[in-house]
């Protein structure tokens, strides 16, 4: 019974997460709530070119800060511009799920590792 409650506790954190959405047409604003800059914020242009489907796919920020995930993104090309706190951002994991189960690659943060600069 105890096992059956933190099953669920779990779901329900994760259902909570939200997750952006690519090929939205919007500004997706990360941090803060208006579409202007603040001073310590930038634009983060991901464009991903795919030719399977991914279940999930995340940015961390190095050090502190809001995790950035999408999910279920398609097959082809697709675009998305974040309003995002300035400072270096990593790919943190990419999952994709098959009809025999899932791959998923965990990234270093030197693997995939790149700054936004504020004002940009």
Do not use: C
């Not at 634009?43 to 995340?58: A, E, H």
Request: glycine share 10%; charged share 20%.
């Amino acid at each position: 019974m105890k096992g059956l409650f933190y099953l669920l506790l779990l779901i329900n954190f994760t259902l909570s997460l939200k997750a952006e959405v690519f090929n939205s047409g919007k500004i997706l604003n990360i941090h803060g709530k208006k579409n202007q800059l603040a001073e310590d914020e930038g634009y983060l242009y991901l464009s991903l070119n795919t030719l399977v489907d991914i279940t999930k796919f995340s940015l961390n920020p190095v050090g502190f800060g809001k995790n950035i995930k999408f999910d279920d993104i398609k097959i082809g090309q697709n675009h998305a511009l974040l309003k995002v706190k300035a400072g270096e951002y990593f790919w943190q994991n990419l999952q994709i799920y098959t009809g025999r189960g899932m791959l998923r690659n965990q990234f270093n943060k030197d693997d995939y590792h790149f700054t936004v600069k504020p004002g940009v």
